[in-house]
């Protein structure tokens, strides 16, 4: 995997909790953009919202941090990353994604100045040190096909931001069951326009578990056993996270990105 191209896999949401699914949505994406012969993906990143975001039944992104973490202990590349959900306000998509491209490119200059400074006296050119050199990584949103969808919801994203985001960075959309999202794009003149970035991978083991259906089997006192990892489990069970009073948490708000006239998200990040 020399000559390919890095990428990092970013996924913006909820994690309410973080469930099998979740994790599984980076391996499809990896096995994917491996298979293509093109990309190496050296990192997964997972990206929880702050309480800010207000949605139905969300807990305090304290707990759906330790969640992740949690959750990711057996994977050896993706992590769980606290900025977005420190925020004191909803940060949109597009700014998540400019603030882990500013992190990755920085990695690579602090990468690329430690090579240099390994090696003062080879060339960069022929067999030496070309082939060592760090080459910047790209970064790309993971998300479901229902996100593609939220594109065309009127008066919900800048053309701008799509435009950035598909653009610019690039998505990795995993589709799901009754979902046709290459259809949606030919019927975007903006993503088909970019649809060289945009890569729709099959989920070959058809999979719906969503965290809205983990939290109202926890309230029924359900068992939600190899549906999320058991050390996800024991924390809901120790801190007493998902009950009836939980899921009315900011019932009747409106999410931020209803709220502004423009905006750059969608509503519906789990």
């Known amino acids: 995997m020399r000559n390919r191209i890095p990428v990092i896999l970013l996924a913006c949401g909820s994690f309410n909790p973080t469930t099998n699914m979740h994790m599984r949505l980076f391996e499809l994406a990896r096995d994917h953009l491996h298979q293509t012969g093109r990309y190496q993906v050296i990192e ?3 990206s929880p919202v702050s309480d800010s975001y207000g949605k139905k039944g969300l807990v305090s992104a304290r707990h759906r941090v330790a969640m ?23 940060t949109e998509t597009v700014k998540v994604l400019r603030h882990h491209y500013n992190e990755a490119l920085r990695a690579f200059q602090s990468q690329k100045e430690f090579t240099r400074n390994k090696h003062p006296t080879e060339s960069s050119t022929g067999d030496s040190l070309s082939c060592q050199q760090p080459v910047l990584p790209e970064l790309k949103l993971l998300c479901g096909a ?7 919801t009127p008066n919900l994203w800048k053309e701008e931001d799509i435009k950035e985001i598909v653009g610019k960075f690039g998505v990795v959309c995993i589709s799901r069951v009754g979902s046709d999202p290459s259809q949606f794009i030919q019927e975007s003149d903006l993503l088909s326009k970019f649809q060289h970035n945009i890569f729709l991978v099959r989920e070959w083991i058809q999979n719906e578990v969503s965290a809205t259906q983990i939290r109202s089997a926890l309230c029924r006192g359900l068992s939600v056993k190899y549906l999320i990892p058991d050390s996800v489990i024991a924390y809901i069970a120790q801190h007493k996270i998902y009950t009836a009073e939980s899921e009315r948490r900011n019932e009747g708000h409106l999410l ?3 709220r502004l006239k423009n905006t750059t998200t969608n509503p519906l990040r789990d």
Do not use: C, Y
């Open 146 to 152: 229902d996100f593609l969808h939220t594109f065309k």
């Open 256 to 258: 931020p990105p209803l």
């Open 68 to 90: 992740a973490k949690l959750a990711l202990e057996t994977s050896d590349w993706i992590r769980v990353d606290p900025w977005e959900s420190k925020q004191n306000t909803w």
């Open 44 to 46: 997964g990143i997972m």
